[in-house]
């Protein structure tokens, strides 16, 4: 009895060594993995200008567009690819268009709850005083936040940007200081910003390159812009005061999401204009054309070259899983990998050929491990030149493992085998 006793117990204390052997022999082991891989598939083809940003489109593409203006450029909304660009970088007076950065501003102090749509906004003597494009408003009237937005955007109101402005920051000086913040933190080089209405001050100037990324900015973090910009008519104060778009765009343009005008007697005639067709966005921006038709006509002519030549191609959506992979020193030994964000290129109508997708894991990916962080790339490219990438991360974290987790796992072992 003694002897099948031992004999029982000598078999678990066996079992036991050999959970423990292996529990420290995959412990061991995780520390020395790696995981790499690189995956090449053929998808729709992709074909761009390739420009880097700030170098000359093909002569060609500049004579048959034949732009009768100082300076313009066509973008991809999605990826900021430069399309077509004249003159893209020299500093010009913007006029209005200047309120882009003023909207922007304004859509980030609702998203972090500085202000709310609804909130009443009074008039200084200082707003109600700006000349040109303007509502009148009165300094015993408030407009509330929404209200101001639509004189802003549809009738390039001073008196309301000005009044928007000091509401936010205390005086349109310290707003000025905070569009100036913003356009270098956008990589707005060309740009320095006097006042937030833009009428004419020596020294007020941008490039139609830098309109181009703050316009991209407010398209792509702000899309609430466009319940605004795409208005043609509206009305304030009871349908007293009456608002007609100054963007004719918006009226005859297939596709059109806004943006904005902007003319001065020194400025002549400026435009951002954006537009969406069949999942591609654009945006054109126009500056200093002789006559205010010129200016829309450019616009068009840019936007259609857009259309004709190139279409948005979605590869993936954010959040697909990519791999499970690996992870070493972790309680769970894998972590799914997905993307960061959509994955798409822009391809060139008519030139279909070969898009190569690179998918690069990180070789040691080692706990802990933190959602969201970055463990891998999946890269984009025709012909060896990289046309787009998008970061792989990780979907949720993934904790360190340690002696007493080890501990706990050869006690559970343990006493799943004295139960046997």
């Known amino acids: 009895m003694l002897f099948k006793y031992i004999k029982k117990v000598s078999k678990k204390v066996i079992g036991l060594t050999l959970v423990i052997y292996l529990i420290f022999s995959i412990f061991l082991v995780s520390r020395a993995e790696n995981y790499e891989w690189t995956v090449i598939n053929n998808s729709d083809a992709i074909e761009t200008n390739s420009q880097a940003e700030g170098e000359n489109v093909d002569k060609t593409i500049k004579d048959e567009l034949n732009l009768d ?59 109600a005083s700006m000349g040109g494009s303007q509502i009148w408003l009165d300094t015993k009237e408030t407009l509330t936040v ?96 009456q608002l007609v778009n100054t963007n004719k765009l918006i009226r005859n343009y297939n596709g059109a999401t806004g943006l904005k005008t902007g003319s001065t007697s020194l400025a002549l005639y400026n435009l951002s204009a954006s ?85 690069q894991i990180d070789k040691n990916i080692q706990a802990p491990v933190k959602a969201n962080q970055k463990i891998g790339t999946v890269i984009y490219s025709i012909d060896n030149n990289t046309v787009s990438t998008v970061n792989i991360i990780a979907e949720k974290d993934i904790e360190k493992e340690t002696f007493a987790q080890i501990t706990k796992l050869v006690y559970q072992k343990w006493f799943s085998l004295c139960r046997k």
Not at 169 to 188: C, I, P
Not at 309 to 330: P, R, T
């Open 275 to 359: 537009a969406t067709r069949d999942n591609l966005s654009l945006i054109a921006v126009v500056m200093k054309a002789p006559t205010s038709d010129l200016r829309f006509k450019n616009a068009r002519t840019l936007l259609d070259y857009g259309f004709k030549n190139y279409s948005y191609k979605q590869l993936a959506n954010k959040g697909d899983v990519i791999a499970d992979v690996n992870v070493s020193k972790g309680i769970e030994k894998s972590v799914k990998a997905v993307l960061q964000s959509n994955a798409g290129v822009l391809v060139k109508k008519g030139k279909e050929g070969e898009v190569v997708q690179n998918i």
């Open 69 to 127: 203006c100082e300076s313009a450029i066509l973008i991809e909304q999605n990826s900021g690819q430069v399309l077509y660009e004249k003159n893209a970088h020299e500093q010009l007076r913007p006029a209005s268009v200047t309120k882009l950065m003023s909207i922007l501003l304004i859509f980030e102090a609702l998203e972090s709850g500085q202000i709310t749509i609804e909130d009443q906004v009074p008039c200084s003597q200082n707003a």
């Open 146 to 241: 929404n209200e101001m937005l639509k004189a802003i955007c549809i009738v390039s109101a001073n008196d309301c940007v000005v009044a928007m402005a000091e509401y936010i920051s205390g005086s349109e000086e310290a707003f000025v200081t905070k569009m100036n913040e913003r356009a270098k933190q956008l990589g707005m080089n060309d740009t320095c910003f006097k006042n937030c209405h833009g009428i004419d001050e020596d020294g007020h100037v941008t490039s139609s390159y830098d309109i181009a990324l703050m316009s991209r900015e407010l398209l792509l973090n702000h899309p609430g812009v466009t319940n605004y910009t795409t208005v043609y008519m509206d009305s304030l104060r009871n349908g007293t005061s």
